[in-house]
């Protein structure tokens, strides 16, 4: 993979050390805002930049401002066995929550071979493929998904129903990398229509719908269309079942049923920011999280020199004419961490303009490489 990235890099160091200090400023301890901080970095770490430092001033302190996101993060443990937590966010945030539920899931994987959790009264929880990798690094497995606030129609309709609803996996290898699925279960994820509108893009046709069922491209328009309900986004397959949209559909109704259902959380039309006075609320997300610990099956050595193998023989097998290369999932994620790790986070300028008013927000001593 080469390198034509036009946008400016800033290190790691400096973006880390930069939104450390303004997660505290915004109210979080040092060891929270350590925690969300990785999470949004290593979005972009792997190129997805749809969940990345951009959701950074938007998604999590300008809510923090707007009293609908609690800072400190009041994590509960509602409910336990040797082998599954429940876990309450109380509307703190979800990155937090998320890390320290999977902490717990992953010991007791290691002692009882599998493991399970659910969470509720949560918030957006960061780059999904997070989480499982978590499990990975540890020679584990890792699942997990989350609901969303409606922007999915089901197949047949023009109403969102249900999030994007990412059903992610990371698994453990023989190789540098592992194995890891990580994406939404509809066509576009909305932090992907908020990176085209950030950029001033249009989002390609065929993705979104109108109340008419017509497709619709204009970025900023379908992000407000998605929050009054006049526009859908079509499920993982597309619209209608010729092309498998059904498909997308279905799994997007199994990841709200778990997201949901075992943990008794919020649902559907339930997931919204909009109060009924009219004004804003906390977003009252659900997730689960698996954990499977490959030792207590055939062996951690046994699952990764398997997958790996799976892997390689998939990359080997015949190119269609014109293609240079076959890919696996979380291999272009590993070729975008070797051209970023030394350079840094590339950063549009919509980016650029929320870190100085941030900056200048909390009276933080920074100056960044792109004001010169």
């Known amino acids: 993979m080469t390198d034509k990235e036009?946008?400016?890099?800033?290190?790691?160091?400096?973006?880390?050390?930069?939104?450390?200090?303004?997660?505290?400023?915004?109210?979080?301890?040092?060891?929270?805002?350590?925690?969300?901080?990785?999470?949004?970095?290593?979005?972009?770490?792997?190129?997805?930049?749809?969940?990345?430092?951009?959701?950074?001033?938007?998604?999590?302190?300008?809510?923090?401002?707007?009293?609908?996101?609690?800072?400190?993060?009041?994590?509960?443990?509602?409910?336990?066995?040797?082998?599954?937590?429940?876990?309450?966010?109380?509307?703190?945030?979800?990155?937090?929550?998320?890390?320290?539920?999977?902490?717990?899931?992953?010991?007791?994987?290691?002692?009882y071979g599998i493991s399970m959790g659910a969470m509720r009264n949560s918030s957006h929880y960061g780059i999904a493929g997070y989480w499982p990798m978590m499990a990975s690094k540890e020679g584990l497995l890792g699942i997990t998904g989350t609901n969303a606030r409606p922007s999915i129609a089901p197949t047949f309709g023009v109403e969102n129903m249900m999030g994007t609803n990412p059903l992610t996996f990371a698994f453990p290898t023989d190789e540098d990398f592992p194995f890891v699925l990580d994406c939404a279960t509809s066509t576009v994820q909305r932090g992907k229509i908020e990176f085209y509108a950030r950029e001033g893009k249009p989002t390609p046709a065929g993705m979104v719908i109108n109340q008419q069922g017509e497709t619709m491209t204009d970025s900023a328009k379908i992000l407000d269309e998605l929050v009054k309900g006049t526009a859908a986004l079509a499920p993982l397959g597309g619209v209608g079942e010729e092309m498998g949209g059904y498909k997308g559909y279905g799994y997007a109704a199994v990841v709200e049923i778990l997201s949901a259902a075992l943990s008794d959380s919020c649902f559907m039309k339930d997931i919204t920011?909009?109060?009924?006075?009219?004004?804003?609320?906390?977003?009252?997300?659900?997730?689960?999280?698996?954990?499977?610990?490959?030792?207590?099956?055939?062996?951690?050595?046994?699952?990764?020199?398997?997958?790996?193998?799976?892997?390689?023989?998939?990359?080997?097998?015949?190119?269609?004419?014109?293609?240079?290369?076959?890919?696996?999932?979380?291999?272009?994620?590993?070729?975008?961490?070797?051209?970023?790790?030394?350079?840094?986070?590339?950063?549009?300028?919509?980016?650029?303009?929320d870190f100085i008013t941030v900056r200048d927000m909390y009276n933080l001593p920074y100056t960044f490489p792109f004001e010169k």
């Open 6 to 111: 036009t946008r400016p890099y800033i290190s790691w160091e400096l973006v880390g050390n930069f939104m450390v200090d303004a997660f505290q400023a915004a109210g979080l301890p040092k060891e929270d805002a350590e925690i969300c901080a990785d999470v949004l970095m290593e979005s972009d770490r792997r190129g997805i930049e749809s969940h990345g430092v951009n959701r950074f001033k938007p998604i999590y302190l300008d809510r923090i401002n707007a009293g609908i996101l609690n800072p400190v993060t009041n994590y509960e443990i509602v409910k336990e066995t040797p082998t599954t937590i429940v876990g309450d966010a109380h509307d703190g945030m979800g990155m937090v929550a998320s890390y320290k539920m999977m902490t717990s899931l992953i010991e007791k994987a290691k002692i």
């Open 273 to 353: 920011s909009k109060a009924p006075d009219g004004g804003k609320q906390p977003i009252h997300l659900g997730h689960f999280f698996i954990v499977i610990n490959p030792d207590f099956f055939m062996g951690g050595d046994v699952f990764r020199k398997k997958c790996g193998d799976i892997c390689r023989e998939l990359r080997a097998s015949k190119k269609a004419p014109g293609e240079e290369r076959i890919y696996t999932a979380g291999e272009k994620e590993w070729d975008v961490w070797k051209i970023r790790k030394d350079k840094g986070v590339p950063m549009g300028e919509g980016v650029q303009k």
